[in-house]
């Protein structure tokens, strides 16, 4: 069995998560406030209840007046999805990321693991070279063998920011 955690930042969002440490400390990173656990769920690791959690978060997010953000099962599913085509931990597909007379280059596959490696350094590298409509996202993405998702959120601001 599983534990589902459903919480509120206040005046933010209603969310989900099945790991209550890894997202609390994200929210305050991002919020700057600590999340109010609402309630737990109890259940296995599958869609079907992922869409009863989603389904939950929801119902909570419209009693408190949050917009409802994607469905937790949705969530869920793309996280999976990611995670089998190796772009996990922080979006490295397979490899280690190492400098070599300043370009980057992908090194030899660590087990077929994929590694976090990115550094503020090069978060930084990436914000100064991204340029809306001429030096994309995805650009930088195929550029730094980084998932596009990693980019968007490091050009955000959402990752990698000196604190």
Same mark, same amino acid.
């Given at each position: 069995? *599983? ?13 989900? *998560?099945?790991?209550?440490?890894v997202r609390t400390r994200a %929210? ?16 296995? %690791? ?33 996280? =999976?999805?990611?995670? %089998? ?50 030096? *994309? ?8 063998? =980084?998932?596009?998702?990693?980019v968007i959120n490091i050009v ?8």
């Amino acid at each position: 069995m *599983t534990t589902y955690y459903l919480y509120e930042i206040q005046g933010h969002k209603v969310g989900a *998560t099945m790991q209550w440490e890894v997202r609390t400390r994200a %929210n305050i990173n991002k919020y700057g406030i600590e999340p109010i656990l609402i309630e737990t769920m109890e259940g296995p %690791n599958e869609p079907e209840y992922w869409q009863l959690v989603g389904d939950r978060e929801w119902e909570l997010a419209d009693e408190k007046n949050y917009p409802r953000g994607q469905h937790y099962r949705h969530a869920r599913e793309q996280r =999976l999805e990611m995670n %089998n085509r190796g772009a996990s931990k922080g979006g490295l597909v397979g490899g280690v990321v190492t400098r070599d007379n300043g370009s980057l280059l992908v090194a030899a596959k660590l087990g077929g693991k994929a590694t976090r490696t990115t550094t503020f350094e090069i978060a930084e590298e990436i914000r100064s070279k991204y340029v809306p409509q001429k030096y *994309t996202q995805g650009m930088l993405a195929k550029e730094y063998n =980084l998932s596009l998702y990693t980019v968007i959120n490091i050009v955000k601001n959402r990752s990698y920011k000196e604190a």
